[in-house]
Nanobody, 123 residues
């Protein structure tokens, strides 16, 4: 059974930073990828950042230059470093794992999902 547990969300003022973590446990059939998605009330889910088994990263256009994704392969923890946060970044952020085959931001490629962690950015 694969489990994903996110942490690190919270409230921050615009321009601030947060780092989200996603602890993964269970067996992953390789090749697999992991990613971060977000959804704000009344909006569609958006792919934020994804990393595949080869370490190839894809970032959503709205976060390029501000967010970075990284993975601790030893401890199987996925991170999302978010800098220069904006009010429009306010959303529920979820970690996901799946078999994306170079489509790191395609939500339909992801099989396992965490419960999510709320990020709120005030102006």
């Amino acid at each position: 059974q694969v489990q994903l547990v996110e942490s690190g969300g919270g409230s921050v003022q615009a321009g601030g930073s947060l780092r989200l973590s996603c602890a993964a446990s269970g067996y992953f059939y390789k090749p697999y990828c992991m990613g971060w998605f977000r959804q704000a009330p009344g909006k569609e889910r958006e792919g934020v950042a994804g990393i595949d088994i080869d370490g190839i990263i894809r970032l959503g256009d709205s976060v390029k230059g501000r967010f970075t994704i990284s993975k601790d392969y030893v401890n199987n923890i996925l991170y999302l470093q978010m800098n220069n946060l904006k009010p429009e970044d306010t959303a529920m952020y979820s970690c996901a794992a799946g078999y994306c085959s170079k489509e790191q931001l395609a939500a339909e490629k992801y099989v396992y999902w965490g419960q999510g962690t709320q990020v709120t950015v005030s102006s």
